[in-house]
């Protein structure tokens, strides 16, 4: 699912913008799903703790979360749920953030 979504995104935003039967047509792009996947973290609970761990390590306190990749609504809210009590709770939140 995510490389077929990244393949209409660069359709759209760096490529010819091709669209197919009122569908943004996937093509394919330089990146193979390997290497997609070595810069995606989409695993499971643990190893995201792990992968994550590598970049906290560095200083690195915010990321992007992209599940809207072809996931049915339910799956996507299910996603992020297990993030928020499987994943998140390894990492402590050393800064606070005031919402006005």
């Known amino acids: 699912l995510a490389y077929d979504y990244y393949n209409r995104f660069e ?18 792009q330089k990146q193979t799903l390997e290497q997609l996947a070595r810069n995606l973290v989409i695993c499971q609970p643990a190893e995201m703790v792990d992968r994550l761990a590598l970049y906290a390590e560095l200083g690195v306190d915010e990321f992007i979360m992209n599940v809207n990749v072809g996931l049915e609504a339910q799956e996507a809210l299910d996603c992020i749920q297990c993030f928020g009590e499987e994943v998140l709770p390894h990492f402590s939140t050393q800064r606070s953030r005031h919402i006005a």
């Open 11 to 28: 359709n759209v935003f760096t490529g010819p913008g091709l669209v197919s039967h009122g569908r943004i047509a996937s093509i394919p």
